[in-house]
């Protein structure tokens, strides 16, 4: 890590104000009714407490958030890469990203782009306020235009709201989270637009995103990459998680006996990253080391949003087995625990299963969240430069809001220790570098684990060297299975023909929240794991990498009931027709069934992926990609990656797209490839389809365009073709997959690959 930059709650807008506020106990989390005042009558009813249990569909009974306000534009940081009036246009997102790429930024960076540098940010069509705003705004489009009333008043009703519901001038298609970080990374670092990505595995998304990059480092993909991740959700989000009381209204106390709930919260974390070697030889100031990671998925487990101690420690023992590295020498834990009673309890269990006493002492327990709240998919590299800082400081920062520990956690004989006062962080044993290890567990059991350690020089050049030189290990990788579905006729599929895969059936409530990705994608998954022998899936660590763009459908007409008292107050206030807003009412009840428990993991994006590792109980590692029409060749090189740094053993790849848009223009289908190693394929007598060459292309083959096929499949651009190639290899020698600055991929029949 070779430089970092951040935007927190609390007036944390850099590392050192961030760590200055972490030592002092000072907390960014307020409740936003204070802040708006209309933000009560359009969000909040019910109670849920010690004595009260009252949830109101659609509604949240607090907005207790750690929130970034005053977001100052700073002409010294942003220098002349953009002006007061371009950032004041910029969303609330975009603006915190813009601070910390500039905090992060190396002098090495250029203007004027590097097709050595990369972006990788954790993020979620479902973190911004903006995003939600304008999908509600056209979905009121939407109605109006098809509501039986008169011409004129319907202009009116539209003319009134353009001057008071949020949202309502602008677009989301401009609005797309990969769009506005991209635009961001270009603006601050000189980042191509296609060189920059997004993550999405829910609350450990940043972390994946520093996984992806150090891999490309490893791989010499990139030789500068700026990984982190951002969140600024609007109320939608405490809405969607009230359903499952899962939200605190009092404080977030992490460990504690008083814990009841989360409170989520704004934030953007930025790291650069290289490798350590390169670091080294440039001169780089050298933050910490990332010395490991590990990655899995849960799988099976009562419900899809119920943590598994079992699938968490599978994730940190596997760090500790990838490095050689021994977790008696970690010092300090920095939890995920988000102050969910079962939350942070099964956290507990699966650290006290990896991670034995240190020899003669205590390993030092803690959580950030109790001051800045759950930063969702920046949670991850918020407490990464909470470590780094602590290192800096060498000071092990008390944990506030911490008085007796819950019950379930029983530090009694467990090596743990919660801190109640700041300590010196003493030196390491046997001259290995102060060490430190963090966890980041997601919805839908995407679990993370990483081990950062301080820079010693000596030791650490003697590392290097160890490596210099070896370049990451480039194991063949085959195809060994691809599957797509598409519909019949039209632009979408039948909805009452979605289903969930053969003997894998859930709850009639659980069903009828789901979105349509989330049964297209297991239907994919359903038809590639029926052509395997179902021994060898389960005795393999089968992961999931997908391409999915923007929100899902199910998210956005969610939150056309979450946003229905909001239309209500303008409409009164700026005197429109409440005749046209009744209509409009009951077509949004009548169509869109209320929130309830089992909706927000039922809409969340990177839940398509999830519900794969979940529904055929599988370990490896699940995530989500947007790249926007480049997010099936973004997710097919994540897939290849996971394989070749033996993150999992099988990987699917592939790319889909469910919903046709407010317009009705968008495409919907699925492909899934599943991906191995040639040698794991000849051990375990998997067809082989195809091998996976990256050298140059063979003269005269066919070359078929991933992202500038038919883009109304948007983040599932290139979806029908690359099925289609795959079945071209009974007919022709080899077809070429090709795609914008990326190098060629061949995929050879299968005679040709078996050695």
Sequence with gaps: IVGMGCVFPGGADNPDQYWKNISAGISGIVDLTELDANASEDFVAGKVDRVSQEVVP??????????????????????????????????????????????????????????????????????????????????????????????????????????????????PEDLKPQKLCAAVAHKMLGVAPDRTYLVDSACSSSLYSLALGARALRTGEADLVYAGGVFAPGPANNNLFAQFRGLTAAESKPFDAKADGVVFGDGAGVLALKRLSTAIKDG??????????????????????????????????????????????????????????????????????????????????????????HTGWASGVASVIKICKAIEHRKIPKQFGFDSPNPQIELEGSGFLIPEAEVDWPENADGLPRRACLNGFGFGGTNAHFVIEEYLAPYHKALAARFRGKPAASLEVVLVAAEGLFPDGGRSFERGKLRMPKKRLVLPDVAEHMDASQYLAMMAAEKIADGFPPEVLKGLKVGVALGLESKTERGVRANERIFLDRLSRVVRATGASPEILDGIRKAITGKVIPSGPYTLPGLMPNIAASRITHTFNWHGPNIVLDRGTGSLVQALDAAINFVRAGDCEIALAGALHAWVGHNNAAREGVTLLAVTAAETAEKHKLPVLAKLQFEEPAAGAPRIPLDSGDTSYCGATGAPELLESVRELSRKPAVVLTWKDRKSTRLNSSHITIS
Excluded at 58 to 68: E, M, R
Excluded at 157 to 171: E, T
């Design 284 to 373: 780089d100031p050298i933050v910490a080391v990332i010395r490991s990671d590990g990655f899995s998925s849960d799988g099976k487990s009562p419900s899809i949003n119920v943590p598994q101690s079992s699938g968490q420690a599978m994730a940190i023992r596997s760090a500790y087995e990838r490095a050689a590295l021994d977790p008696k020498s970690v010092q300090f834990v920095e939890a995920h625990a988000t102050a969910t009673p079962v939350g942070d309890a099964v956290e507990f269990k699966a650290l006290r299963e990896v991670m034995p006493p240190p020899d003669g002492g205590h390993r030092l327990l803690g959580s950030v969240k109790s001051l800045i709240g």
């Design 58 to 171: 659609d509604k949240t009974y607090t907005l207790l958030n750690g929130s970034v306000r005053d977001i100052a534009f700073d002409g010294d940081l942003l220098g002349s890469r953009y002006s007061n009036r371009d950032f004041e246009l910029l969303t609330k997102g975009q603006k915190i990203l813009a601070l910390a790429m500039a905090q992060a930024r190396r002098p090495d960076t250029s203007d004027a782009g590097n097709s050595r540098l990369q972006c990788i940010l954790g993020s979620t069509a479902d973190g911004s306020a903006e995003l939600d705003e304008a999908h509600f705004a056209a979905s009121v489009k939407e109605l109006l235009e098809g509501l039986d009333a008169p011409a004129q008043p319907k202009r009116a009703f539209a003319q009134l709201l353009s001057n008071g519901l949020p949202g309502w001038n602008r677009d």
